[in-house]
């Protein structure tokens, strides 16, 4: 199992009148929720969704089923705004993190929508995970704005996707191999428009403590202003299930009865949100894999299902099967999974599903026929944890290659005198 402690603090800031984020702290799901709209139907918004999305999300979720409750969250919102007149065109930003279920095996699924963020502390370095929802970071993301116009721009706080508008919405998906020693963080703009990414890192550095990090990051917020709610949550992962020491192990070749001597006890789940004891996390064998990056949309399902309405008969039982599996394989300079079949069958042509983080540069020597053909996979969780492999098996190379001994110098007979 994997074991998570967590930690999380809320503030209406220095400003509002209220407070409008709303959060879910229930491991193995996490959220926070940023409402907006008036009459107070700002904070409706955001309760709303967190109530449906704890709801509607099952323990031992697939990540599916993680995008499902979100999905059903934006529909409880949108059929809230369109049934009340006072809370007509609510909305609000959904960031969840939750333990999921990947082919027996455990992933922290990020899931956003909006301007809330995620972020992944690890080995020290923060990451963001999530991509802003905002029409700055579009702009940011285009080339015609730097990140730093975008911290001070006057329309920063413009979202262009939320939930409560549309009757459904797309939801990103940003699945993460959880160590031990790893930090994720949950927090509304609130924090990251008054606090650099710096005062972050060094604050989740320096207390241990989750609930206290959470509580410190939320005062650094007021500190610098405090001019809109601030939301934080922090998740450390104590225990992986020795995924790590799995991993170095395969990576140094030593059997994998070695696990157990280094096996240490297993933390309880559900420790204290209010600020149990927790330990400094150990130092984590070094394994750098980065969030891979996905997207699930309904285009890919609405295109499907063109195809189905288009064609009939014997030719929907060749889509189905033509359509039924993924591929990983290459899309540019990184590696991507694919909707269908390698080349595909008949007039049936692959479809992108997602890119991943992963250069195929990066892809281990061993892999790369495999994934230049297309390595099929029956199920688009399958296709994840291949990449996912892929990742920790170059990680482990990229580690190896560091960890190499300097060449020992041959030592050179003296020259013999003439
Ligand atoms: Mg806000």
Redesign the pocket.
């Known amino acids: 199992m994997t074991a998570l402690r967590w930690g999380s603090a809320t503030d209406v800031g220095r400003v509002r009148q209220n407070n409008e984020?709303n959060l879910v702290v229930a491991s193995p799901l996490f959220a926070v929720a940023?409402g907006m709209g008036g009459h107070a139907a700002g904070e409706v918004a955001s309760q709303i969704a967190v109530n449906r999305l704890e709801a509607a999300f099952a323990e031992h979720a697939t990540i599916d089923g993680l995008v499902d409750a979100v999905r059903a969250a934006n529909r409880a919102v949108y059929d809230q705004g369109r049934d009340q007149p006072d809370h007509r065109g609510m909305g609000t930003t959904l960031t969840a993190a939750a333990l999921v279920e990947v082919d027996g095996d455990e992933q922290l699924a990020v899931v956003n929508v909006g301007d809330s963020r995620g972020y992944l502390l690890r080995d020290g370095e923060l990451s963001q995970i999530t991509e802003d929802h905002s029409l700055v970071e579009e702009m940011v993301r285009s080339g015609q704005l730097s990140a730093e116009e975008a911290q001070v721009h006057p329309r920063r706080n413009v979202v262009t996707r939320v939930l409560g508008i549309e009757p459904d919405v797309d939801v990103d998906v940003f699945p993460v191999v959880p160590f031990r020693g790893d930090r994720i963080l949950l927090a509304?703009?609130?924090l990251f428009n008054e606090v650099t990414d710096a005062q972050i890192a060094s604050t989740l550095r320096r207390l241990a403590d989750a609930d206290e990090a959470a509580r410190e990051l939320v005062k650094l917020a007021r500190d610098h202003g405090g001019n809109?709610?601030i939301t934080v949550i922090v998740i450390d992962v104590v225990d992986d299930d020795d995924r790590a020491i799995a991993a170095s192990s395969a990576l140094a070749g030593e059997p994998r009865a070695a696990r157990t001597t280094t096996k240490r006890p297993l933390l309880g789940q559900g420790d204290s949100a209010t600020g149990g004891a927790t330990a400094a996390a150990e130092p984590t064998p070094s394994i750098a894999i980065g969030p891979t990056r996905s997207r699930i949309t309904g285009r890919a399902v609405l295109f499907t299902l063109a195809v189905v309405l288009v064609l009939a008969g014997a030719v929907v039982a060749i889509g189905v099967y033509a359509r039924a599996s993924y591929y990983v394989g290459p899309r540019g300079a990184v590696v991507a999974i694919y909707k269908g079949r390698p080349g595909g069958l008949l007039w049936f042509e692959p479809t992108l599903h997602e890119r991943t983080s992963l250069p195929i540069a990066d892809v281990p020597p061993v892999n790369r026929a495999d994934v230049a053909a297309g390595k099929e996979e029956a199920s688009l969780a399958a296709a994840r944890t291949y990449v996912a492999n892929l990742q920790s098996a170059a990680a482990k190379l990229r580690d190896a290659g560091a960890a190499a001994p300097a060449p020992v110098p041959v030592p050179v007979p003296p020259p013999t005198a003439p």
């Open positions: 984020d940023d509304s703009d609130g809109d709610n």
